[in-house]
């Protein structure tokens, strides 16, 4: 299984930016998928994820109204359309995908849940 992340770049304040990660294998195998990111001496954060048979996706306080995950079976491919980019969204991104497996909502957003990771790519936003 291998995730390809990609559409980091460098972007001012309130620009946008769209990330793909495209994963090799069956859409459908995927029970649940998500998008994470890390800023240099940060944790790991949970940005959004959608778990198979979710009405919605599910977003982390910080950029909700302003993120938006997709996904496409057909292509094998999720994306994130961040909008009104802060300084603070700085930080490398990462997909990461869990096959075969609806992770249950309260464990949606964290790191531990998933098993295979993109290489991340970098999100600069400049003040």
């Known amino acids: 299984v291998q995730l390809q992340a990609s559409g980091g770049g460098l972007v001012q304040a309130g620009g946008s930016l769209r990330l793909s990660c495209a994963a090799s294998g069956f859409a459908s195998d995927y029970g649940s998928v998500a998008w994470f990111r890390q800023a240099p001496g940060k944790e790991r954060e949970g940005v959004s994820c959608?778990?198979?048979?979710?009405?919605?996706?599910t977003y982390a306080d910080s950029v909700k109204g302003r993120f938006t995950v997709s996904r496409d079976n057909a292509k094998n491919t999720m994306y994130l359309q961040m909008n009104s980019l802060k300084p603070e969204d700085t930080a490398v991104y990462y997909c990461?995908?869990?096959?075969?497996?609806?992770?249950?909502?309260?464990?949606?957003?964290?790191?531990?849940?998933?098993?295979?990771w993109g290489q991340g790519t970098q999100v600069t936003v400049s003040s």
């Open positions: 990461a995908a869990r096959r075969f497996t609806r992770i249950v909502y309260s464990m949606c957003l964290d790191p531990s849940s998933y098993v295979y």
């Open positions: 959608i778990r198979t048979g979710d009405s919605r996706p």
